[in-house]
């Protein structure tokens, strides 16, 4: 019973720098596992400086459900604990081996598996972090069961990665992951693709899937899109959801008894000279990877896309949820008369620029300017147009802003995500970090209910 | 141009927190910032950002709104030679007109803005450039003889108790320009209406009531101006809402722009129209000694400030309704509450402004039940998901 979803509020936002369709070979070295890449999570440290480990060992866990842990993604010597104000853990670093070493959770069939014996190996391994729930956006809880999975097979978002590429020839990984998912739920695993593209045969010869076709601009790749189109989230209902990588890591756990953490990224952005895949591991150290491959010094690195990425260090890692590393020119100039000349090649989604005559497919530069200052609300009307739920986006906004939580809970927060807002934020004329609002707002609902 | 850069950055200090001028932070950025966009860059969130911000939208509403005021200009002097029975250049027109309406325009920024740096540098605020359309639409909506006084102590009405009370701009319930107008309307009354105030330095044998005037008092079809002359604009009238056709101008460069709500414009139109035609089809019975009623309808919306409170008034979007249903509910019920008082109301011969002022009272209203719709639909979905 497949379906296709037309969406039609949303907005693409075409930037220079996609990657070209090569995957290369590269040795980062260095991994990390970030704690600040899992949202409400508390990690009690394991390990200690210098110690060995291999891939699969246990690096912490955390504090509140101490059933999720999470694994070094490679075997090495933990190289440094970095802590930041009040001895936050900020991340745990890893000097891989040359010969990789993984310890040994034992080959087996998820069809043939209880519920029980795969969410026991998913957590002992590491790998259970790959599965994410909303409401809250935080690594699921294993003794929920989750009314639906979703996996979302594309990315629209700016310079989005190619999961056709990436996937493959790994349709036995992909078909094991699904497998193993498919247990841990009583109702449908959700597979959506974009519509009237020839998606990879990984994908459409999956079984134990429901596939559905989305269409439209972005966010129609954003999950929180899809489940709100698919079966939106109710009060106390639970959904969990996945990215294709993350389906493969469950898969190679159940094929290969281990903790494969193999991660094909890839780097993108218009100071980028030359933009391609790269295949390597979760957390891995983004040195390598973009040396003697950027244009100018003046740049921000982000792990992620454009919209919602974090920014790193020139020598930082990827985050554990993250396919791509994004590029861009820092902002930090002014600009003469900017707000009041005509702004040839200044790509704005209304059309006082302009560029709208440039049309759609016009790949723009994009740096991290604000262009322009913090103001209250003003405008209206606008966050509709690229916001595709049925939910009233600046009411929501404003109830977050006032901790209502009635009213926070009424208008939709459990069905939303910070990503889901990236958008309005992007278009907001009056510069408000709408992300930020919508994360806590988010916090203060988990903290209300748990 | 870098060395105004350069001064700029070095007398920044001196503004800066512990600098000799710190008190004067709030408009030493807002001079800064109409200079340069600053290099301020993204911190959290999204790290890019759309180049639009709210200086450029409010100065495509200002924009939006010249064609009209240029026109407006010039009318004031054809009105003026015309009621003296000369006949001068396009340029003496304007001249004449220009001399009027300059110095109003001049008054209505100096006195608004003032009172928003002053309320900025209180607060510790950024400026906000709200005013920057305030300050063009209130010369707009008054007659071209208002004396400056008036529309400074109007001015500073409209900003203070208008805007600055509720927490400024964004947080207004009224339309800030239309509450200066009211504040005339009710406070100098015999300065706002009537026939001697909407030509400037009328020749006194000369009738210079609107057409809207002309209808109170119940004069015959035939004395209204024709109706290509009130959509062009050649009538006398407040300075800048005469002429439909540049005021329609101004709509398609907010619409174009994504600016200005098309559903709002659209839908006030809508609801006078439907209500005048109502009046139309039921005049003859119910009411046959009233002009107003036969008034064919689309005359209602080229006369008085139908077209301009439509265009730049109604679709404030901080005093408007903020949901798209909303917007229909709220404009549509503007344009009959606006054809309402100007028909049965023996009182105004315009209707426009209130219509607007209320309806901006009822616009968090309308709101809060088209919400409600949302929020019932989703306790819908959550029972049902349950059994």
Do not use: C
């Amino acid at each position: 019973m497949s379906k296709t979803i037309n969406i039609k509020q949303g907005l693409n936002i075409n930037l220079q720098g996609e990657a070209e369709k090569i995957i290369a070979d590269v040795e980062a070295g260095q991994y990390a596992i970030k704690p600040i890449d899992f949202h409400g999570v508390f990690p009690k440290l394991l390990v200690h400086e210098g110690d060995k480990v291999k891939a699969g060992t246990q690096i912490f866990y955390d504090k509140y459900r101490d059933n999720i842990k999470f694994s070094s993604p490679v075997s090495g010597t933990v190289k440094e604990i970095r802590r930041g104000a009040k001895r936050v853990l900020l991340e745990v670093s890893i000097e891989a081996d040359a010969e990789q070493s993984f310890i040994d959770f034992g080959i087996a069939d998820p069809n043939s598996l209880k519920r029980e014996a795969i969410i026991e190996k998913m957590l002992e391994s590491g790998v259970w972090p790959v599965i994410r729930q909303r409401p809250y956006t935080v690594i699921a809880n294993p003794k929920d069961e989750p009314k639906a999975i979703f996996i979302s097979g594309f990315d629209t978002a700016p310079l989005g990665v190619d999961f056709d590429l990436i996937v493959h020839g790994q349709g036995d990984a992909f078909q094991a992951g699904v497998d193993a998912l498919k247990k841990l739920t009583p109702g449908i695993v959700h597979l959506n693709l974009p519509a009237g593209d020839a998606n990879s045969k990984v994908f459409t010869n999956s079984k134990n899937v429901q596939i559905n076709f989305f269409k439209g601009p972005h966010p129609s790749g954003n999950i929180g899109t899809q489940i709100n189109k698919l079966d939106p989230i109710n009060k106390d209902e639970v959904v969990w959801h996945l990215k294709p990588q993350e389906v493969l890591t469950i898969g190679r756990l159940f094929l290969e008894g281990r903790f494969n953490a193999e991660r094909i990224i890839a780097l993108t952005g218009s100071e980028v000279i030359k933009p391609k895949y790269f295949k390597t591991k979760i957390g891995a150290s983004i040195a390598e990877i973009v040396k003697e491959n950027i244009i100018e010094e003046n740049v921000r690195y982000i792990s992620g896309n454009a919209l919602t990425g974090r920014k790193i260090d020139k020598v930082g890692f990827v985050g554990f949820f993250d396919n791509q590393i994004t590029v861009i020119p820092e902002g930090d100039y002014h600009e003469l008369f900017g707000w009041a000349l005509p702004g040839f090649g200044k790509f704005s989604f209304s059309k006082s620029f302009p560029t709208f005559l440039n049309g759609k497919n016009k790949k723009y530069r994009l740096d991290t300017n604000l262009h322009g200052g913090e103001r209250a609300f003003v405008m209206t009307g606008e966050m509709e147009k690229v916001f595709p739920f049925d939910i009233y986006p600046m009411q929501l906004i404003k109830s977050i802003m006032i901790e209502d939580i009635d009213a926070m809970e009424q208008l939709g927060i459990y069905e939303v995500d910070e990503e889901d807002f990236a958008l309005i934020e992007y278009i907001d004329t009056s510069k408000i970090d709408i992300q930020a609002i919508v994360r806590k707002g988010i916090d203060v609902m988990r903290k209300e209910m748990s | 141009m870098k060395a105004l850069r350069n001064i700029i950055d070095s007398i920044k200090p001196q503004f800066e927190k512990g600098g000799k001028f710190s008190y004067l932070k709030s408009s030493f950025e807002a001079f800064e910032t109409f200079l340069y966009v600053p290099n301020h860059t993204t911190k959290t969130g999204s790290h890019i950002r759309d180049h639009i911000d709210m200086k450029r939208t409010m100065a495509f509403v200002v924009m939006a709104a010249i064609p009209a005021l240029l026109f407006g200009m010039w009318n004031i002097g054809y009105q003026h030679f015309l009621s003296m029975g000369e006949t001068v250049s396009l340029w003496e027109n304007f001249l004449f007109g220009f001399i009027k309406v300059f110095p109003i325009i001049v008054v209505s920024y100096v006195v608004g803005l003032g009172i928003e740096f002053i309320f900025a540098q209180l607060r510790g605020h950024e400026v906000n450039e709200g005013f920057l359309v305030s300050g063009i639409l209130i010369p707009m909506i008054v007659p071209p003889d208002t004396p400056l006084w008036m529309v400074a102590i109007a001015t500073a009405f409209a900003v203070v108790i208008g805007k600055e009370v509720f927490g400024g701009t964004g947080m207004n319930i009224l339309n800030p320009a239309l509450t200066a107008r009211a504040f005339l309307f009710f406070a100098y009354p015999s300065d706002m209406s009537g026939d001697k105030v909407w030509i400037a330095e009328k020749a006194d044998a000369y009738s210079g009531a609107t057409p809207l005037g002309n209808l109170l008092t119940n004069q015959p079809f035939e004395s209204l101006p024709s109706a290509s002359d009130m959509f062009w604009g050649f009538i006398p009238g407040s300075i800048g809402e005469t002429s439909t056709f540049l005021i329609l101008v101004g709509a398609v460069i907010l619409i174009l722009t994504g600016i200005g709500s098309w559903r709002i414009m659209l839908s006030v139109f809508v609801g006078g129209f439907g209500l005048a035609t109502f009046f139309n089809f039921i005049g003859p019975y119910v009411a046959p000694d009233n002009a107003y009623m036969a008034l064919p309808a689309y005359y209602h919306l080229i006369m008085g400030g139908f077209a301009f409170g439509a265009v730049f008034m109604a679709t404030d979007p901080v005093s408007a309704s903020q949901t798209n249903k909303g917007k229909w509910i709220y404009g549509i019920l503007i344009g009959v509450m606006a054809v309402l008082i100007r028909v049965l109301n023996p009182a105004y011969p315009e209707g426009m402004m209130l219509a607007i002022l209320l309806m901006n009272v009822f616009a968090p209203l309308i709101d809060h039940y088209i919400v409600e719709g949302n929020i019932k639909k989703r306790m819908k979905r959550a029972k049902l998901a349950i059994t």
